[in-house]
């Protein structure tokens, strides 16, 4: 049996609450501490954070929030 490989679902810019649209361009304005917006350039992604967002988390992270049953913590619980 081949392993597989964990892949995480990735973020997406349309979806954050600090993308913003004026017209046609996009700004992000998710910076700490920086009154200005940043404006995407034409090279950044459409839909995936670019490398300079301040919101991506690199590299992804894998968050369990809950378990389906008791026999799935107990073994989580085990594992840890």
């Known amino acids: 049996m081949a ?10 810019c349309p979806s954050c609450p600090y993308h913003e649209m004026v ?4 700004y992000c304005s998710g910076f700490p501490k920086k009154r ?5 350039r034409a090279s950044d ?8 967002c301040p919101r991506r988390i690199s590299p992804p ?7 389906k ?5 107990l073994a989580a619980w085990l594992l840890n």
């Not at 392993?3 to 997406?12: S, Y």
């Not at 017209?23 to 996009?26: K, M, P």
């Not at 992270?61 to 378990?67: D, E, I, L, Q, W």
């Open 3 to 12: 392993k597989q490989k964990c892949t995480f679902p990735g973020q997406n």
């Open 69 to 73: 049953d008791q026999e799935s913590e």
């Open 23 to 26: 017209g046609v361009t996009r």
């Open 36 to 40: 200005k917006a940043k404006r995407f």
């Open 45 to 52: 992604p459409k839909y995936k954070p670019p490398k300079w």
């Open 61 to 67: 992270a894998c968050r369990v929030y809950g378990f």
